[in-house]
């Protein structure tokens, strides 16, 4: 089982930063590829990164390419999205999640575990 709490979102002007964090609890955390998603009020949860477990490869949507970046501390159980450059198509809840075997890193459908979101709202 692992639990996933994040933290870090709110409100910020466009062009500004946010870094958001998710502490996952279990032991077996580097197990896991780590993502990020959004959903945007009438909106599918839309992919947005993710980090593997064993080569820490990432990968990153088109729309927040050279804007965001992902990252993890195993000794800690983090994972950090980092947002910059932010624009108002980019509030939405965002969510971190977490899967143990998966080929469609993608894919929400795909994932074990999600935590409860966390709120980013950017004005123009």
């Known amino acids: 089982q692992v639990q996933l709490v994040e933290s870090g979102g709110g409100l910020v002007q466009a062009g500004g930063s946010l870094r958001l964090s998710c502490a996952a609890s279990?032991?077996?955390?580097?197990?896991?590829?780590m993502g990020w998603f959004r959903q945007a009020p009438g909106k599918e949860r839309e992919f947005v990164a993710v980090?593997?477990?064993?080569?820490?490869?990432?990968d990153y949507a088109d729309s927040v390419k050279g804007r965001f970046t992902i990252a993890r501390d195993n000794a800690k159980n983090t994972v950090y999205l980092q947002m910059n450059n932010l624009k108002p198509e980019d509030t939405a809840v965002y969510y971190c999640?977490?899967?143990?075997?998966?080929?469609?890193?993608?894919?929400?459908?795909?994932?074990?575990?999600w935590g409860q979101g966390t709120q980013v709202t950017v004005s123009s």
């Open positions: 999640a977490a899967v143990k075997v998966g080929l469609r890193l993608r894919v929400f459908q795909d994932y074990d575990y």
């Open positions: 279990g032991r077996t955390f580097s197990r896991y590829a």
């Open positions: 980090i593997g477990w064993s080569t820490g490869g990432t």
